[in-house]
């Protein structure tokens, strides 16, 4: 399936927020035939035009291009890495992991302390990521310099594979899964003009997308995130979030947003008709780039929806494939009622 | 080093008891190096060259099996809960491990997102019992395709860390890429002695093969052949071993005196450097080893390796190769003379 090719190269490049470089060069390359604009803003977004001339209303299409990462920001004699967190991660995942750093992606670990020499109590603990090192086999701080130098970024790395029939496992599904939805919907026609923004450093506090919808200001916005499935053991049913395999997770309300009513109540009427599965996001968390489009200018009208996905933020998650087509379907079909 | 074979064998999956896929490999090395191969019932497999005249046999001795996690139980949802007592349950969340059931399966050691968890929660390690391997599969195939008392172990992932090497399992497959390189080796000179190479079952939890296979084999003398803690800068120096610094040479109650004599002997006399370990108990097969039928004089070399059980284990290459040529030439230095003082002391 051609969608699951263009996930599978979306997981693997690198691109941390303020670095989405390889991201936005892969995407540039896919939607070059089906826009018939694309430019970059100063910030870093990709913004790409198709069908501008149409009339009807302006909808933008939103999803962004940068993942959870790490920047290194010390190195010791010895020529171990410490780093900082980009965006937030959770640092009970850290240990043990493989990384990828910086341009020439060099290859680290994050050593763990053997178990046989652990205190009973250190067990038990958690490490805080500041306590953390990063291995990349250097001999001294001078090597490790010249291998990796500050600065640089880090990334897991996780090869996208799938694991079982239709369950896929990779980085950076948080949110490449929104970024491919673009693209599948770019390659579809619609009467209205469509602006996709691919925007940056969402992570870090919705950045990119604070300017991103000022040049070309849509009508109407939809933000398509990965957002958190924690349909897990011993998780109370209304703190879920949302459910792997129910389909595409229309959000209400979430940190910064209340969704557009009458926008919302036509996704689920489409959804209705066309017997797609839909739920609701149920835990009043998070936030998306659509608080920054929607306080654009004189404001615009925004939807968030999103794919389920398990452990977000992590060096693996998961996704289930019917959801991404469900979730296509879904915008699909409510695109194509302009 | 022959990078090749260390990929291979720290590619191999052997979690403690499931150890027979190495056997095959093992073969397949060192088929025309041995007079003799033999696969044990105990899930060990031995290798056998003969000396001149032959007298006496060392077993050259380094464990197959690699730390794991036993499937002992399913959620309604389809989720694996999971025991393990060798693995710090730090580095588990958010890693992928392979789960061998009726085929092999991957799996996601999941966490729950932090901003729905309490900050107390947050602070702790997660607790075995709260942990669960994500297989993506429902209850019903997880109950067909995954039997209670699968193996779980880590995702393979070999990469080269600047000049060192990082992958599972390199504990101990260290040393069984140490004995095959040195039956290669005999090639040059052919030894006094006979020498066995014993692949052991079981170090990591039972110490089976060492217990069982040395009684069948019965060696006069063994060397076990592990990892040790290479420095980092999570662990104190004083438990630590430099790394790219060469074999350490085990001192202590387990470890005998004479073998120990000889070993610094040859390094002396071939000038290579050695470190020393001391303790009380290797915590190695040797500990097994020297305990059988009347007692084993037993010598333990080990390879500095960072990280240990842990899917990111460490290791420098110039470690392992020092550690071949070492025990190569103790085998080639043998002679009468220690032969003689090791059984005129025991």
């Known amino acids: 399936m051609e969608s699951i090719e263009l996930i599978e190269k979306l997981s693997n490049t690198p691109g941390i927020s303020g670095d989405e470089r390889k991201v936005r060069e892969l995407l540039k390359d896919e939607i070059k035939e089906y826009a018939e604009k694309i430019m970059t803003d100063p910030l870093g977004n990709l913004i790409a035009l198709k069908g501008m001339e149409k009339k009807g209303p302006r909808i933008m299409l939103n999803a962004h291009m940068d993942e959870v990462g790490l920047i290194i920001d010390h190195i010791n004699k010895d020529g171990f890495l410490q780093f900082k967190k980009i965006g937030g991660i959770d640092d009970r995942v850290l240990l043990g992991k493989r990384v990828l750093i910086g341009e020439k992606e060099i290859r680290g670990v994050i050593g763990a302390k053997a178990i046989h020499l652990q205190e009973v109590d250190e067990r038990k603990k958690s490490i805080k990521s500041t306590e953390l090192y990063i291995d990349i086999g250097a001999k001294d701080m001078e090597e490790a310099e010249s291998m990796v130098p500050r600065g640089s970024f880090a990334t897991f790395d996780t090869k996208f594979e799938e694991i079982t029939e239709n369950k896929f496992i990779g980085k950076a599904f948080d949110d490449r899964l929104g970024c491919a939805i673009i693209v599948d919907l770019l390659r579809q026609n619609y009467n209205v003009p469509i602006i996709a923004l691919f925007s940056t450093q969402e992570e870090i506090g919705l950045r990119g997308a604070a300017v991103g919808a000022h040049q070309y200001t849509p009508d109407v916005a939809i933000t398509i995130e990965g957002t958190i499935s924690n349909d897990l053991p011993e998780v109370p049913d209304h703190l879920k979030c949302s459910k792997l395999g129910r389909g595409p997770v229309i959000t209400v309300k979430d940190r910064g947003v209340i969704t557009d009513n009458e926008l919302r109540g036509k996704l689920i009427s489409t959804a209705k008709q066309n017997k797609i599965p839909y739920q609701f996001k149920q835990v009043i968390a998070g936030g998306t780039d659509s608080y920054r489009i929607q306080t654009t200018k004189k404001g615009v009208k925004v939807l968030t929806v999103a794919v389920p996905v398990r452990y977000l933020h992590s060096p693996v998650s998961l996704f289930f494939k019917d959801d991404y087509i469900n979730t296509f379907k879904l915008l699909n079909k409510f695109l194509k009622k302009f | ?346």
Do not use: W
Request: glycine share 8%; aromatic share 6%.
């Open chain 2, 1 to 346: 080093m022959n990078q090749k074979l260390i990929e291979e064998l720290t590619n191999v999956h052997a979690a403690t008891s499931e150890e027979s896929e190495l056997h095959s490999l093992i073969t397949k090395e060192l088929s025309n190096y041995v007079d003799e191969i033999k696969t044990l019932k105990n899930g060990s497999i031995y290798v056998l060259k003969k000396g001149k005249p032959g007298k006496y046999n060392l077993m050259l001795d380094a464990h197959l099996d690699e730390v794991a996690l036993f499937v002992t139980g399913m959620t309604e949802e389809g989720f694996l809960r999971v025991h393990t007592k060798s693995i710090d349950l730090k580095v588990l969340p958010g890693s992928i491990v392979c789960v061998h059931g009726e085929q092999e399966f991957k799996g996601i050691i999941g966490l729950k997102p932090y901003h729905l968890e309490s900050e107390e929660e947050t602070k702790k390690a997660v607790p075995i019992d709260k942990l669960f391997v994500d297989c993506g599969m429902d209850k019903e195939s997880v109950e067909k395709l995954i039997p209670i008392g699968s193996t779980v172990t880590f995702m393979s992932g070999f990469s080269h860390l600047n000049k060192l090497i990082s992958n599972k399992s390199l504990d101990d497959r260290v040393g069984v890429y140490t004995i095959i390189e040195v039956f290669k080796s005999l090639k040059r000179k052919l030894p006094l002695i006979n020498i066995i190479g014993h692949f052991s079952s079981q170090e990591e939890i039972t110490g089976l093969g060492a217990i069982t296979s040395t009684y069948t084999l019965k060696p006069d003398f063994a060397i076990a052949i592990d990892a040790t803690f290479g420095a980092s800068p999570n662990e104190s120096e004083r438990k630590t071993y430099k790394m790219g610094k060469g074999p350490v040479i085990f001192i202590g109650p387990s470890s005998d005196r004479i073998i120990n004599k000889k070993l610094f002997a040859v390094a002396d006399k071939f000038n290579l450097t050695l470190q020393q370990e001391i303790g009380i108990l290797s915590g190695t097969d040797a500990t097994e080893i020297q305990l059988v039928g009347g007692g084993i004089p037993v010598g333990i070399i080990s390879i500095p390796l960072r990280y240990m059980h842990t899917p990111t284990e460490v290791i420098d290459p110039t470690d392992v190769d020092k550690t071949v040529n070492l025990l190569s030439l103790f085998i080639e230095e043998i002679d009468d003379l220690f032969l003689e003082a090791l059984y005129g002391e025991h």
